[in-house]
């Protein structure tokens, strides 16, 4: 297995946020009594649900399209929805061509979001494999850019600039939880914390029907599923070798959550929290909410990772 890139640091994410500060929005950070009551602790949502695109993916993608030594000949990438989108929308504000491959049964909001941006989009099966390997394609046959969904230094330092601005806003935490997806989120979340608040822990959560990162971690090598089977479509990809090189050193743990266990999560942030999120963005709180997860009168910061959904969705 090729070794991966050095991992960024915090150097690289200050740079980031100033890179793409022109081009995001500083997302508040939200809170309610209700929700502390249920968890019993302190929580602290930082809302990238409100990020523009809808998610933080914008983050990664306007710091890596900011990088592009070639930008002309256009960026490309494979996504369920949200990195695609925000990748289309930072390649229009630069004046550039991006095609997204997109597996067959996305979420239809996501689609119209990646072609509202302007990008072209290109169906596959919904794989990792087939992911990858159609991007591949559009690559050779374009000469674009690929611009990975997470395993790049460049969209890890544009992520940690969330808990960057999270712990600014509220820098004594004791725990932060980001979801886990690919891991761009979390490694970036993971760097920044170490950095700024070693003393904060930062945890994983994932869908059980995609539980990956958790087992790979538990393994010490990357473990891909055989089949994936969760309503967190954002969260269905295979943790990639750099974050997961983050996550491993760092020693970073993963507690999961059923999809009935995430419907109830989200629906409490509705309801409680008055905010649309994905299923992706209510894994945090789920996590939260299972008894294993020992949180009793801790200040928790909780990533709420995205709010693109259909309004058919569970």
Known sequence: MTAPPPAP????????????????????????????????????????????????????????????????????????????????????????????????????????????????????PPTQADRERVAAEVVAATGASLVHPYDDTRIIAGQATAALELLEQVPDLDLIVAPLGGGGLLSGTTITTA???????????????????????????????????????????????????????????????TDDEIRQAMHLLWSRLKSVVEPSAAVPLAVLLREPVEVADLRIGVILSGGNLDFGDP
């Open 195 to 257: 950095a700024l608040r070693p003393r904060c822990r930062v945890l994983g959560a994932e869908p059980t029907g995609a539980d990956d990162g958790q087992r790979s971690l538990r393994a010490g090598r990357i473990t891909p599923l055989a089949t994936v089977d969760t309503i967190a479509d954002g969260l269905r990809a295979t943790v990639g070798k750099l974050p997961f090189s983050i996550l491993q050193q760092h020693r970073i743990e993963v507690e999961t959550a």
């Open 9 to 124: 640091q915090l150097a690289d994410v200050r740079r980031a946020a100033e890179r793409i500060a022109p081009r995001i929005h500083r997302t508040p950070v939200l809170t309610s009594r209700s929700l502390d009551a249920l968890v019993g602790a302190r929580l602290f949502f930082k809302a990238e649900n409100l990020q523009r695109t809808g998610a933080f993916k914008m983050r990664g993608a306007s710091n890596a399209v900011a990088q592009l030594e070639d930008p002309e000949r256009g960026v490309a990438t494979h996504s369920s929805g949200n990195h695609g989108a925000a990748l289309a929308l930072a390649a229009q504000q630069r004046g550039i061509r991006c095609c997204v491959v997109m597996p067959e049964g996305s979420t239809e909001s996501k689609v119209a979001a990646v072609r509202a941006y302007g990008a072209e989009i290109r169906f596959c």
